[in-house]
């Protein structure tokens, strides 16, 4: 094989593949099959970093593992505490793309808010990934691979529930965030009931009938953000090929209980008329509202709705039957809004105060 192909990741593969393939090749090499079940328990239940880890195999078998696959890991460049306790991670992937991860505690639920995608093509006007525009799809190893990387820390960090509310569109990755479900979900892999994983989408039909085509119980959440075709092409762009009624019509079929998604932008989608179309929508498809302090970050212009505004705006909703939570802002004193690590990094003007968006109150 030639050295520039690049060795076959471990972490890319499903539970069933992985093991199939390890089997394979231990059989090739005359191995016992229970050394394949003992390489593929540590890479995502007892992790390590690299095949020479592994002590309990012969080093011969070690290195000849090295030089037939590979186990990624993502570089934690930054880590950066709150003192809510939300932490953010900023990942430096190994062709120089960042990535972030946030872990927000709340009593005894750890949520990670994971990244799909290094930056984002989808322009919503008013978040911090996508003014820096779309870098590259991640891989299967690249969006799993943060909840292993943070298992490996000394303490590990283990969540109870995954939202993918990160940087990116998790449905225009289906092809990677797929897997990387089952590798979240699989008992076998990473073990994260369904129902505490969350798939976050501005409404990428193909993406939603795949999501609801799978058998377990994830959970998805459709970032909504104004009640109307003509507002909500002025601040999500994707509104024209993904109209509305198409978004709610798809939330209606799906077979799990839905949450819409909806940033308070001062004066601009907060307003009475605004609440009652919105609690038409959310009734069509039975839909649970979340509605989302905006977070300075990504702005531009906007400006966060008074909170007793937000107030009289869940009142409205409740008032027409539709169930509604007011999201708690965290990390507070974090620049942690959607990109904004990265953002620093690459030397731009940084926000005065910002919170993360990776919320636990998710359904
Ligand atoms: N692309 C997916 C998931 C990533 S964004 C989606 O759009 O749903 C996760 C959530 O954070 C979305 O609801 C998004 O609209 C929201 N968000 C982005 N920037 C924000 C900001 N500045 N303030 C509050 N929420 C923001």
């Known amino acids: 094989m030639s050295a520039s192909i690049p060795l076959p990741d471990l972490l890319d593969l499903e539970p069933d593949a992985a093991l199939e393939t390890l089997r394979a090749w231990m059989a090739a090499r005359g191995e016992p099959a229970y050394r394949a079940t003992q390489v593929f328990g540590r890479l995502w239940q007892r992790p390590v970093r690299a095949f020479d880890d592994i002590t309990e195999l012969p080093k011969a078998l070690r290195e000849a593992l090295a030089a037939a696959f590979r186990i990624s890991s993502l570089e934690l460049a930054t880590r950066q505490q709150s003192i809510d306790g939300t932490e953010k991670f900023l990942f430096r992937l190994h062709d120089g793309q960042f990535i972030e991860t946030v872990a927000i505690p709340d009593g005894d639920r750890l949520t990670f808010c994971i990244s799909s995608q290094a930056g984002c093509a989808l322009q919503c006007a008013f978040c911090a990934t996508g003014a820096m525009g779309f870098q590259r799809n991640l891989a299967p190893s690249e969006i799993a691979g943060q909840v292993r990387e943070l298992r490996m820390l000394t303490p590990p ?8 509310m990160g940087m990116g569109e998790p449905l225009m990755n289906w092809k990677a965030v797929g897997p990387a479900l089952t590798l979240l979900n699989d008992p076998r892999a990473l073990g994260i009931g ?11 039909l193909p993406g939603i009938h795949a999501l609801g085509a799978r058998p377990e119980q994830f959970r998805l959440a459709i970032s909504i953000h104004a009640p109307s075709d003509a507002l909500r092409r002025t601040l999500m762009p994707v509104n024209t090929k993904y109209p509305l009624a198409d978004v709610i019509a798809a939330a209606a079929e799906f077979d799990r209980r839905v949450t819409f ?103």
């Open 261 to 363: 998604e909806y940033v308070m932008l001062g004066g601009v989608n907060d307003q009475p008329e605004h609440a009652a179309q919105l609690a038409q929508l959310a009734r069509a498809c039975r839909a649970f509202v979340n509605l989302i302090p905006l977070h300075p970050g990504g702005s531009m212009g906007f400006s966060p709705s008074p909170a007793p505004v937000i107030a009289a705006f869940a009142k409205a909703l409740r008032a027409r039957g539709v169930e509604t939570a007011v999201r708690r802002s965290r990390g507070i004193d974090l620049a942690a809004a959607c990109g904004q690590l990265r953002t620093e990094r690459l030397g731009r003007r940084l926000p005065v105060a910002a919170e993360n968006h990776g919320e636990v109150h998710v359904a």
């Open 157 to 164: 960090i283990s969540p109870t529930n995954i939202v993918f």
């Open 194 to 204: 369904a129902r505490h994983i969350t798939i976050s989408t501005v409404g990428i």
